[in-house]
């Protein structure tokens, strides 16, 4: 068994004129969590798709799991799980049931009473799909999306309208699944939920990866330059410096001990994406 996932090369598509994907390279290995970013219509949920065995390619090479994603066979389809950016429908039945029901599908299912508690739906078995929350329905679609034990987990933006607690509960189940194996690929547009899961990330922009590497190290971020702010004779002072400890050491002696209002940062994986897709960069800003 090879340890490549996903192996992609030269990925083209195109809908009535407009490029979507454009000569797209990416490989995944198995076992990894891996983030794909990138602003409204990029290609994401294009190439996402190809991989899913769901849109049809122009051109390009893919292997899924070892096999052509254009010629899906339900052997194949079973090994993977796909949680889409929404869902509904089966509204009048309860998470017993529908979480019950759709592990008759799988050849290799996890107990479903276990894949419930594990998605944090104990409280509300009972409860009808229609009358959960926004973010407990998303729950059910991931116990829906992991009900075959899948070996590879697409997440398509799954953490949309969860508040802070059930993101981190989120986080903590897909942290899990990844320890146990799964191998998962992620798109997200929360720089921290990307930061906080993936192992690498994948920037997509025009069509194609134009940044790939881990969260800590994207963009060049871990060579990047810092940015110390302070106060001196009533106004906000702010410099880029590679040697930010001398910068304040020579601060810290010309005002005599310490450094009012001091603030040293380093780029957060925002200020590197917004970079790489074009954005300009707001971090030196606030000069008075
Ligand atoms: N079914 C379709 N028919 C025509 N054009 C489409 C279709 N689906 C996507 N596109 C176009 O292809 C491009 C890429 O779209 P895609 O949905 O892959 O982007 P995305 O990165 O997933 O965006 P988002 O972050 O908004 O979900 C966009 O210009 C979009 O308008």
């Given at each position: 068994m090879t340890n490549s996932a996903i192996r992609v090369r030269g990925l083209r598509k195109a809908y009535a004129g407009v490029t979507?994907?454009?000569g797209l390279d990416l490989d995944v290995a198995r076992g990894e969590v891996f983030a794909l970013l990138g602003p409204n219509g990029a290609g994401k949920t294009t190439t996402v798709e190809i991989l899913e065995g769901y849109r049809r390619r122009d051109a390009g090479e893919v292997s899924v799991l070892g096999s052509d994603?254009?010629?899906?066979d339900a052997g194949w389809r079973a090994r993977i799980g796909i949680v889409l950016q929404s869902s509904g429908g089966h509204?009048?039945?309860s998470v017993q049931e529908l979480v019950h029901h759709f592990a008759?599908?799988?050849?290799?299912?996890?107990d479903p009473d276990e894949v419930i508690a594990a998605v944090g739906l104990d409280e509300k078995r009972a409860t009808r799909a229609r009358h959960l929350s926004g973010g407990q329905r998303r729950r059910l679609d991931v116990a829906l999306g992991i009900l075959g034990n899948p070996e590879l987990l697409f997440l398509d933006e799954?953490?949309?309208?969860?508040?802070p607690e059930a993101r981190r509960e989120f986080w903590a189940l897909i942290t899990s699944l990844a320890d146990g194996g799964t191998t998962i690929i992620l798109t997200t547009h929360y720089l921290d939920e990307a930061e906080q899961l993936a192992g690498r990330v994948g920037v997509i922009t025009g069509g194609r990866i134009v940044a790939l590497d881990t969260p800590d190290r994207l963009g060049g971020r871990d060579h990047d330059h810092a940015v110390v702010r302070w106060s001196e004779d009533g106004l906000q002072r702010t410099e880029r410096t590679a040697t930010p400890t001398a910068l304040v050491a020579q601060l810290a002696g010309r005002l005599g001990g310490e450094v009012p209002g001091l603030v040293v940062s380093r780029p957060t994986l925002e200020d590197v994406y917004l970079r790489l897709i074009g954005q300009p960069d707001h971090t030196l800003e606030v000069v008075s």
């Open positions: 979507a994907v454009s994603p254009a010629r899906p509204d009048e039945l008759g599908y799988y050849p290799d299912a996890r799954p953490t949309t309208g969860f508040d």
